[in-house]
């Protein structure tokens, strides 16, 4: 299994706080992605990385951050929680070389 | 841009028994890869089957395997002998190989029910 770590795992949070979540890789994958799962709209793309401080957005990147310092680690910041933002939060990683990605094992965010 | 349609929210199969699971997807593109994700309840996303746009022929990965046709981009999972383990969300997911970006775009989902 590709060494992926997500934390935390479950995360409960008040609406207008700030929430950090991290993806932690220990392959020395060039590409990482953050996506969320909601019922209906599958995985959709928040943002994602091609290589350390080069980061772009996703289809669904409003109310989104992150920062990319190290190629181990990619950080998901919500500035100010929202309801809208209670989801399931998968971080991902390729390398050019690989076709599939591989996934961690999520983060449940409930927002209230 | 591209997208991916999975059309069934829902499927139910008899243990045993056959089930083709449908993925349509947009592109201009020529060159490309698809791939089927399976979702158990423990929410871990598992790489079930892959395929190269460039490959005529249709992948397979034991009870599992593809019917691919590039110029309806069509690309339907067919599980064979289905088991009970095989009830899951299944993810249908599109990814461009002449970008230097590697963007993954899924469909949402099928959930699929395998009754014994």
């Known amino acids: 299994d590709a060494g992926i770590t997500q934390s935390p795992r479950h995360k409960v949070t008040e609406t207008g706080t700030p929430v950090t979540l991290r993806c932690h890789q220990t392959e020395n994958h060039r590409y990482m992605y953050w996506y969320r799962q909601d019922p209906g709209h599958g995985l959709r793309l928040i943002h994602y990385s091609y290589g350390v401080k080069d980061t772009d957005k996703g289809e669904v990147s409003d109310g989104y951050s992150v920062s990319r310092s190290k190629t181990e680690d990619f950080l998901l910041t919500l500035e100010s929680a929202t309801s809208s933002q209670t989801s399931v939060y998968f971080c991902?990683?390729?390398?050019?070389?690989?076709?599939?990605?591989?996934f961690g094992q999520g983060t449940r965010l409930t927002v209230v | 841009a591209q997208t991916v349609t999975q059309s069934q929210p829902e499927m139910s199969v008899q243990e045993a028994e056959t089930v083709t699971l449908s993925c349509t997807y947009d592109t201009s593109e020529s060159d490309y890869y698809l791939f089927w994700y399976k979702q158990p309840p423990s929410r871990q996303m598992i790489l079930v089957i892959r395929q190269e746009a460039y490959k005529q022929q249709n992948a397979t990965e034991n009870r599992f395997s593809v019917n691919f046709q590039k110029a309806a981009k069509s690309f339907s999972l067919k599980i064979s002998d289905s088991q009970l383990g095989d009830a899951a969300m299944y993810f249908c997911?599109?990814?461009?190989?002449?970008?230097?970006?590697?963007?993954?775009?899924f469909g949402t989902g099928t959930r699929l029910k395998v009754l014994a």
């Open positions: 997911a599109y990814r461009s190989a002449s970008t230097g970006t590697y963007k993954y775009i």
């Open positions: 991902a990683i390729t390398e050019q070389m690989n076709t599939e990605a591989f």
